[in-house]
């Protein structure tokens, strides 16, 4: 039986990867009691770097939101394996902390992550809305334009 | 019934305003359990953004204080929803996290977020003191100078 | 009777130190259930400030690394007071939340961040793997190149 969290990313047409394992001693995810905690997943798409640069210079805010969507594809891949591979189990997306790699002056941080906000209300419904912190790093790992990490309530 | 805490506003002079709701795809919290996560709160007065700038640069130390205590009591609004109006149900300010717009050799972070941490015990006594992280953002939503996100448990 | 995780820190050389009390109103820890939420720690050594600058300026990936572990030894001392001095009773680091002070094209925040990561695994083991966030800050305070905070599940 197809949950309904997988016939709805299918209808998006998404596919999720198996999560990316931390190549060091710390993990995709935590389970503390009910909340998971997912580390921050960046812009990794088929075991490759995408989008290496900053918003509002080598890319627009439009490229920064799908930037933060193939994060939030991710963060989706962790909570698959924090829940055994039942997405029906997320009772809720808490809290998304979205890092956004940009020029000193950029002011759009919003509308880049609303790329993951967006995504995460697609595929999980009223569950997919949460809380969240939009704000400029001053750098990102290998250079991408945008990090995502996220807590998460399951049943 | 006016509350403790209401009547603490009152006292400090303080009007606690009508919550922010997202023009997006979030929310301005999510509540988990006995935890409730606040969405980064700005420096938002009246509908309208205030302390546009750098911390450092357009802005003294002591502004920073002001606009970081702004963003708790846009904190405390959020608060003030998820208890459904009964800010006594508030157990304790569990954390903040604290992010200044500022130039690259700011120092004082934890002076500006100050503005925030002072306003919270003022406000709930020794329920207010909580853990906390202040940074400084490579830049913020807006060109605001102080960004806040909250946990706090409640009852 | 000392400690499982009291004998892991002889054998490893390190001393605990005495948390750092803030000096202004927030605290080193707050317990909400069986979590704990550290404040963010910095590169705080017998009482003075080590490591100011940026990595990637000042500092290299190396010395940041070492920078990241002075952090996670006051985060472990603040969990020690958690914890009532017994360290046995960390059930599980569950998230760092590593902040580095590094040049805007820095891109190893991982590398520094691992010197945090290894240290909470040499010390607690598997409890010590950690779901994490690496990314710059725009600057840190007193000009420090790290800043790390944490989530921590406690019996």
Redesign the interface.
């Known amino acids: 039986m197809t949950g309904q969290v997988e016939a709805r990313l299918k209808e998006l047409g998404v596919s999720i990867p198996t999560p990316a394992v931390p190549v060091?001693?710390?993990?995709?995810?935590?389970k503390?009691?009910?909340?998971v905690?997912?580390?921050?997943q960046v812009t990794l798409k088929d075991g490759k770097i995408e989008y290496v640069g900053k918003v509002g210079q080598e890319f627009t805010v439009e490229q920064g939101k799908d930037a933060a969507k193939l994060c939030a594809i991710n963060i989706v891949a962790q909570l698959k394996a924090a829940t055994g591979g039942d997405l029906d189990r997320v009772k809720?997306?808490?809290?998304?902390?979205g890092?956004?790699?940009?020029?000193?002056?950029?002011?759009?941080?919003?509308e880049v992550i609303?790329g993951a906000?967006?995504f995460?209300?697609a595929v999980f419904g009223d569950k997919?809305?949460?809380?969240?912190?939009?704000?400029?790093?001053?750098?990102?790992?290998?250079?991408v334009a945008v990090?995502i990490?996220c807590?998460a309530?399951v049943e």
Chains 1, 2, 3 share one sequence.
């Open positions: 060091a001693n710390y993990v995709g995810f935590v503390a009691g009910n909340l905690f997912v580390s921050g809720r997306i808490v809290k998304l902390g890092f956004v790699n940009s020029t000193p002056d950029f002011a759009q941080q919003p609303n906000s967006d995460m209300v997919g809305r949460h809380a969240r912190a939009a704000v400029s790093a001053g750098a990102l790992p290998r250079g990090e990490d807590v309530e």
